[in-house]
Structure formats: structure tokens, C-alpha cells
């Protein structure tokens, strides 16, 4: 009994002592990957869990990627300690990296790992702009493109904006009404999710 207790009591000062410690902060980010065509038609249940326990070896949480129409480009959301440890869970799971930003800023919030739903008829889009500021709120309504979510680094001279729109034109448009300059629009009708 004497033994349990000694033991019960480390126990539950191992777990005040975890508790106490204060969590890592995390930081998050865009990767941009090209795959050859097909590499991504068998991405299923039991390959995402596999990602997800690599990436967790080494502190990454996969919150959902867009992908194009044809599966060779996407854009990976993903928290982590650092830019390291995204490399390496890229590495881990076999990934390649184009380019890598810290997205911390929100622009346009959503609940983090929300499932993002789109107008019968529409398509995803997304966005690049250098800078942030510039970026009014007009336009958007009168072409029916509506802002799902955005990102933008630290500084904000790179940001990210996914719309939910009927067409590129429509982006395209509404950009131009609400002068808001882009760097380029890539349509990105599915998001893969972790889960």
C-alpha cells in the first residue's frame, strides 16, 4: 500500500508538473508544393493518418491543404514550433516544398480546421497579393465572390485570400472593381483535411 501511494503521489506530481509547463508556442504556415499528376488520387484515411503521426513526431499539426483541379499544386496550412520542423515533416512524409511563409496574421478569420463551404456553383480561389492594406472591401458583392478566409505574414507584404466565387473571371473582376492588385489567382476547388 505504502508503495502505491509513494508511486500515486509522483505520479500526480509529474502530471501538476506538465500542467504547469507552459505549452510550446507554435507558429503558422503556408507551404506551396507541385506534385507529378496522379500523386495525390490516393490520398485516403489511412495515408493522412500516417502524415499526422509524422508530423506530430516532430511538433507539426496539418489544419487543411487547397488543392487545383488537377491535384499538382497545393497550398498546405499547417502549425508548428518552426520553419525546421515543417521541413522536416515534409521530408517525413515524402513531401516536396516549393516555398514556405509564416502566415500568423488573420485577416479574415475562420475557426482553425473549420471545413469551408461554398455556393452550389462555385469554386475556391486563391488569391496572392503583395501586401495586405491595400485591399478594399468593395467590388466583391455585384460579381458574387465571397471571402472564405485569409492569411498574411508577419508584416503583411505577402498575403493570401481564399473566395468563393462562380468563376476566375469573377475574381478577376471583383479585384480590379475593389482595386485591390493580385499577384496571381489560382482556382482550388477541393480542400483536402487532415482527417
Known amino acids: 500500500m505504502k508503495s502505491f501511494c509513494v508511486a500515486m503521489a509522483?505520479?500526480?506530481?509529474?502530471?501538476?508538473a506538465l500542467a504547469a509547463a507552459p505549452a510550446p508556442e507554435t507558429h503558422r504556415y503556408l507551404v506551396e508544393r507541385t506534385f507529378p499528376a496522379g500523386a495525390l488520387d490516393g490520398l485516403n484515411a489511412?495515408?493522412?493518418q500516417k502524415v499526422n503521426a509524422n508530423n506530430q513526431s516532430v511538433g507539426v499539426t496539418w489544419e487543411k491543404s487547397?488543392?487545383?483541379a488537377n491535384k499538382t499544386?497545393?497550398?498546405?496550412?499547417?502549425?508548428?514550433?518552426?520553419?525546421?520542423?515543417?521541413?522536416?515533416?515534409a521530408k517525413l512524409n515524402g513531401l516536396p516544398v516549393d516555398s514556405l511563409v509564416e502566415i500568423p496574421?488573420?485577416?479574415?478569420?475562420?475557426?482553425?480546421?473549420?471545413?469551408?463551404?461554398?455556393?452550389a456553383g462555385n469554386q475556391r480561389f486563391l488569391v496572392k497579393r503583395a501586401g495586405a492594406a491595400n485591399v478594399k472591401g468593395g467590388g466583391n458583392a455585384q460579381f458574387n465572390v465571397v471571402l472564405l478566409t485569409s492569411y498574411a505574414t508577419k508584416d503583411r507584404s505577402t498575403s493570401f485570400?481564399?473566395?468563393g466565387a462562380p468563376s476566375f473571371s469573377a475574381v478577376e473582376s471583383a479585384a480590379k472593381a475593389s482595386g485591390s492588385p493580385f499577384e496571381?489567382?489560382?482556382e482550388i476547388p477541393e480542400?483536402?483535411?487532415?482527417n
Open 10 to 16: 509522483m505520479t500526480m506530481a509529474a502530471a501538476a
Open 46 to 48: 489511412e495515408i493522412k
Open 66 to 68: 487547397y488543392a487545383n
Open 73 to 89: 499544386k497545393t497550398y498546405c496550412v499547417y502549425d508548428a514550433p518552426n520553419e525546421k520542423a515543417v521541413h522536416d515533416a
Open 105 to 119: 496574421a488573420d485577416l479574415k478569420a475562420e475557426p482553425r480546421g473549420a471545413v469551408q463551404k461554398i455556393k
Open 161 to 163: 485570400w481564399v473566395y
Open 184 to 186: 496571381s489567382i489560382v
Open 191 to 194: 480542400t483536402l483535411y487532415p
